[in-house]
């Protein structure tokens, strides 16, 4: 193509709802498709990035309905404002761990993520776009405060005018000064994880017999997971299922859990269940692990992972530190105290991990809501968690359900739920929290059915390492014999207001550890209602869901 290309300024109006949340820029597609939309918050992004010209930029996205014409728009803004080098996977796929990879190794300004997570996709569900820094990781709150500012007075973009470029074809093209590479999606990946794990061990394991079942959901894990179990390491063909990204995830949530990967979970538990079952969200960025009868919750993931971490090649060193989201169980704090490692609290979202990741403060992290990862990129990383407990099986040669009740009798086990009230009225949740809010300083103290509160406060995070500080994080009860209550409103949702309620009780009774976990919480749940009211104020008899 000629270098001699137009360079357009189109003048714009900003819209004022651009405002990133907890991942992103969330909104139905719809919204995302109103003139000019996606222009203004990318060009935004560039507009508060610095100097753009002569860097590289990742751009991809999990395949989701839109996704193609926003790559697209995307590409035309980056030629225009100057970058050097637009790398994009093939057919637009790149999943939220693999873009970090790239930004980090190809030394990248950033990377562009088009995705809204496990969300549904299609015409009239979600999209999104996020945005990832030189370290890879999601961009910080400074920076997206940023961008959400610039985004309410644009009055203009740059684009050129260009015949679209055929994603499908790996290679390279010219516009103007730009170079656009279109690169394979998966093999940078794969060969990271190489480097991590012992895939010998775990290839002669499986071909001892050890079987394994991958759901990708229809979302961006599918060609990843495909290479990686399948061809790499030899599981048998078919052992990844739903692998086809498809822009409606087949109508599905692309949703790891216990709801929405409900036919995994019941094959785990049937007579014909292979050894290890997984699953894997939209972006590739979330995990869900399930042993043959038994499931395993993130947040004793996050703890069996961290416990067990040395036995892989990459962490044999042993880990600097842990750290997880403040609504997270405390089963993590126990494996850092007897490792006697660093334990971080932070706010729930990854993009709170970079700063401790990038001073090796801490090595390994989680959230609750199935993310967990390391110190390889700066995202949670899906095929990452999966591949490390594949590595400790193999090395262990146990069950997971022999692992973890095995680690629940060395550490004891934290009972923990999520009960979400999805759909709220905006206002009517707003009102649930400033009423809580209002009762803090009188609950410390106070004892509700015989259980005594230590502290209630409303978590402000002061980062160790910028020393910047994020308030209103979300609501903490803490009980004298270690159990919590957490209450914050969910910043992902693209309809109402969604509450989440986080319970969390610690059990040492080596005849305790294998209750129900709603009826090892009962107490501790009706003391919550009691507490928060959100059953009272909102009118909702039950949870819309139980995670
Ligand atoms: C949710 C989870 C949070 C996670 C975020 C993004 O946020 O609770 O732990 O980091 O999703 O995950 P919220 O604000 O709705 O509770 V993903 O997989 O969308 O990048
Ligand atoms: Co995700």
Request: hydrophobic share 40%; with cysteine; net charge negative.
């Amino acid at each position: 193509m000629s270098d001699d290309i137009v360079i357009k300024t189109v003048a714009t109006k900003p819209y004022l709802d651009q405002m990133p949340g907890t991942s992103g820029l969330r909104k139905k597609v719809p919204v995302f498709q109103q003139e000019n939309y996606p222009e203004n918050f990318i060009q935004s992004i560039f507009d508060v990035s610095g100097d753009v010209k002569g860097k590289k930029l990742v751009i991809g996205g999990d395949g989701r309905f839109y996704n193609d014409q926003v790559i697209q728009k995307a590409i035309r803004l980056a030629v225009a404002n100057g970058f050097g080098h637009v790398m994009i996977g093939q057919n637009g796929i790149l999943s939220t761990p693999a873009v970090s990879n790239l930004i980090r190794k190809y030394k990248a300004l950033g990377g562009i993520v088009l995705s809204a997570s496990h969300n549904p996709g299609g015409p009239k569900q979600d999209f999104g776009i996020k945005y990832n820094i030189s370290n890879g990781g999601p961009a910080p709150e400074k920076f997206t405060n940023a961008a959400f500012e610039r985004s309410k007075v644009i009055d203009q973009y740059l684009t050129v005018e260009t015949s679209d470029i055929d994603l499908s074809q790996i290679g390279k093209h010219q516009i103007g000064a730009t170079t656009i590479e279109i690169i394979d999606s998966v093999a940078d990946y794969a060969e990271m994880m190489e480097d991590i794990f012992d895939f010998d061990a775990i290839r002669a394991y499986i071909q001892s017999g050890f079987t394994l079942q991958f759901d990708a959901m229809h979302a961006v894990t599918g060609p990843y997971a495909k290479e990686i179990f399948e061809k790499r390491l030899g599981a048998a063909e078919g052992s990844v299922i739903n692998a086809v990204p498809l822009p409606d995830f087949g109508g599905q949530h692309p949703d790891p859990n216990l709801i929405y990967a409900k036919g995994l979970y019941d094959l785990l538990m049937s007579d014909n269940a292979p050894d290890f079952g997984a699953a894997s969200d939209g972006d590739g960025d979330r995990n869900m692990i399930i042993g043959r009868g038994m499931f395993v919750a993130p947040s004793d993931s996050l703890a069996v992972l961290a416990a067990n971490a040395h036995l892989v090649p990459a962490y044999s060193a042993g880990l600097k530190g842990i750290a997880r989201s403040m609504p997270t169980s405390c089963a993590a704090d126990r494996v850092a105290e007897k490792l006697k490692i660093g334990m971080y609290e932070v706010p729930t979202g990854w993009k709170f991990f970079g700063n401790l990741l990038d001073h090796q403060m801490a090595t390994i992290c989680g959230e609750e809501s199935a993310g967990t990862s390391s110190d390889h990129v700066r995202e949670k990383d899906g095929l990452w968690a999966v591949l490390l407990w594949l590595n400790i099986l193999a090395v262990r040669r146990q069950s997971v359900a022999d692992i973890v009740n095995e680690h629940w009798r060395h550490f004891g086990r934290n009972y923990y739920s999520r009960h979400d009230f999805e759909g709220v009225d905006t206002e009517v949740a707003n009102k649930v929290m400033q009423r809580l809010r209002g009762e803090l300083a009188s609950l410390a103290g106070t004892s509700i059915d015989g259980q005594t509160i230590e502290k209630a406060d409303d978590f402000a995070y002061h980062d160790p390492v910028d020393q910047s500080v994020s308030a209103h994080q979300g609501i903490r009860i803490l009980f004298d014999n270690g159990s919590r209550i957490v209450v914050r409103l969910s910043g992902t949702g693209t309809t109402g207001a969604t509450i989440r309620i986080y319970i969390e009780r610690y059990e040492a009774d080596e005849d305790k550890l294998a209750l129900d976990t709603q009826e090892a919480l009962a107490e501790l749940i009706a003391i919550a209602e009691k507490i928060i009211q959100v059953k009272a104020i909102t009118g909702f008899e039950t949870p819309t869901a139980i995670i």
